[in-house]
């Protein structure tokens, strides 16, 4: 399984949320510089994102996209399957799946030995993402001694 640019940006982006800004409000500008980004590419990543329901927007110049959710109750696992669809290592490792209109479902299915193998290794993969939140890579950001950015937006001098 080799997972998409979308997926691997989409994780870098929630996490760059969560870490920098909690459950507030960030703009697409401030994820794009400090991630390395494409503003654009960010966008069209984050209307898949909105449209799973990992994030909610918010329009005017306080505006900007936020955490549907605590990052503690957003996994991994959200994240590539909104971005990917369900994990499944091989197409013939889901019964019946249909991708492009066409079933998939494998001629050799009642007598394969290998795609039980498959299937479970596809299960414990997804396990895992579904073990690991945005919270926990927050947590290994501080560990490792990472850098938050204070807002901009909500800094006053006086």
Same mark, same amino acid.
């Given at each position: 399984?080799?997972?998409?640019?979308?997926?691997? $940006?989409?994780?870098?982006?929630?996490?760059?949320?969560? $870490?920098?800004?909690?459950?507030?409000?960030?703009?697409?500008?401030?994820?794009?510089?400090?991630?390395?980004?494409?503003?654009?590419?960010?966008?069209?990543?984050?209307?898949?994102?909105?449209?799973?329901?990992? @994030?909610?927007?918010?329009?005017? #110049?306080?505006?900007?996209?936020?955490?549907?959710? #605590? #990052?503690?109750?957003?996994?991994?696992?959200?994240?590539?399957?909104?971005?990917?669809?369900?994990?499944? @290592?091989?197409?013939?490792?889901?019964?019946?799946?249909?991708?492009?209109?066409?079933?998939?479902?494998?001629?050799?299915?009642?007598?394969?030995?290998?795609?039980?193998?498959?299937?479970?290794?596809?299960?414990? @993969?997804?396990?895992?993402?579904?073990?690991?939140?945005?919270?926990?890579?927050?947590?290994?950001?501080?560990?490792?001694?990472?850098?938050?950015? @204070?807002?901009?937006?909500?800094?006053?001098?006086?």
């Amino acid at each position: 399984m080799k997972l998409t640019t979308k997926t691997r $940006y989409g994780v870098r982006a929630l996490f760059d949320m969560a $870490y920098h800004a909690g459950t507030l409000s960030v703009q697409v500008k401030d994820i794009s510089r400090r991630q390395e980004i494409s503003p654009r590419y960010l966008e069209q990543i984050f209307q898949v994102l909105k449209k799973a329901g990992l @994030l909610h927007s918010k329009r005017g #110049p306080q505006g900007g996209y936020s955490l549907a959710r #605590p #990052p503690a109750e957003i996994t991994l696992l959200d994240i590539i399957t909104a971005t990917e669809g369900r994990i499944a @290592l091989l197409d013939c490792s889901e019964e019946g799946v249909e991708k492009n209109g066409k079933a998939t479902a494998c001629e050799r299915m009642n007598h394969c030995v290998t795609q039980s193998l498959w299937a479970e290794a596809g299960q414990h @993969l997804e396990a895992y993402f579904a073990s690991v939140t945005l919270k926990d890579i927050c947590d290994k950001a501080r560990a490792l001694g990472m850098e938050r950015e @204070l807002d901009h937006r909500f800094m006053y001098f006086i």
